[in-house]
């Protein structure tokens, strides 16, 4: 059982050191455990750092790419090397690599095959932003309910892998990749479960994601739209599609009774326009909804065919 356990970095000359010395290099059940960082085209020496500090495999882009490149190079440079399971932890050190041991624990187990570190747990992450926290909570309860799967932390990026995971992913995204991880791994019917752990977030750190919070919820939410609009096509147009028509045929009823009064359609007529259109409308989505039904049964002929390639690809 290879255990590789990826730390993207960028410009994380400071703090990528003690972080990769922290990692234990024994876990129960654990054969051989690899470090591999994704050096994300830092301009200091984060790279030189983390081979001094012991890294297995080091890789750098020659420009900043963004985190979900960096996050697909990571899966794609894990299964050159032959990873069982890979485990993505923050370089910054952040959260305690002692809890790598429970993130793989049920993956080891053959319980799950993805884990994620929940943050809002038994341990409430220390001095997070509000504002990072109600969107995030708000989010997971949106995917949640879109997914039919409780989720209880989004955008967390401590996260375990088992190899088949890892071979099914597809993530197109360059801002990030948290939340589609989460989105497509649920569409492609894998399991995953939330491990409490503790995080403490130092005062006055920049994020390296979050630079504008205005940008990251746009960008996020364009993300979280795709995504759910691929896995759940049916629902994301459907849903919309149900209730225009619900309320054009409770409209449309309104006008009626007003009609039978007096017969006459001219003082009513807005009612009518209204719960015309809304069906119209209601119709389309429909029509939207089964159309993407077909390019998502598409989509995943094609997600198998990329699957058995890249099962060949890396085959150990």
């Known amino acids: 059982m290879r255990l590789i356990i990826n730390l993207p970095a960028f410009n ?10 922290r990692i234990p290099r024994k876990i129960t059940g654990v054969d051989e455990i690899f470090v591999q960082v994704i050096d994300d085209g830092s301009k200091d020496k ?3 750092v983390a081979k001094d500090a012991g890294a297995d495999f080091v890789f750098s882009h020659d420009v900043n790419r963004g985190i979900g490149v960096t996050f697909r190079t990571a899966t794609e440079k894990a299964l050159e090397n032959g990873a069982d ?6 370089a910054d050190g952040q959260f305690n690599p002692d809890d790598i041991a429970k993130i793989i624990a049920p993956i080891l187990a053959g319980e799950v095959d993805m884990t994620s570190a929940d943050r809002f747990g038994e341990h ?28 209880k932390d989004l955008t967390c990026g401590f ?10 992913l597809n993530l197109p995204g360059a801002f990030t990749y948290t939340q589609e991880v989460i989105i497509d791994a649920l569409g492609k019917d894998l399991k995953i479960k939330w491990i409490p752990v503790e995080v403490t977030y130092f ?4 994020s390296r994601v979050v630079r504008s919070i205005y940008k990251y919820v746009n960008n996020s939410a364009k993300i979280i739209l795709k995504a759910v609009r691929d896995v759940r096509p049916m629902k994301f147009f459907g849903i919309p599609g149900l209730f225009l028509i619900i309320i054009a045929l409770v409209v449309f009823a309104y006008f009626i009774f007003l ?14 326009i209204f719960s015309i259109s809304s069906f119209l409308i209601g119709l389309q989505f429909l029509v939207f909804a089964l159309i993407a039904d077909m390019i998502k049964s598409n989509r995943k002929l094609t997600e198998d065919q990329m699957y058995m390639m890249k099962t060949e690809k890396y085959k150990k």
Do not use: C, H
């Not at 994380?12 to 010395?21: D, F, L, M, S, V």
């Not at 399971?85 to 923050?90: A, E, G, L």
């Not at 409430?124 to 989720?151: E, T, V």
């Not at 996260?159 to 099914?168: A, I, K, V």
């Open 12 to 21: 994380e000359e400071e703090k990528i050191g003690e972080t990769i010395q």
């Open 46 to 48: 984060t790279a030189k």
């Open 85 to 90: 399971i890979m485990v993505n932890i923050d």
């Open 124 to 151: 409430k992450a220390k001095n997070m932003p509000a504002a990072k926290y109600y969107l995030n909570r708000f989010a997971a309860w949106i995917i949640g309910w879109f997914m039919n799967y409780p989720i």
């Open 159 to 168: 996260r375990g892998y088992n190899r088949e995971t890892l071979l099914r």
């Open 203 to 206: 005062e006055g750190r920049k």
């Open 259 to 272: 009609y039978s009064q007096d017969f006459k359609i001219s003082p009513y007529r807005n009612y009518l």
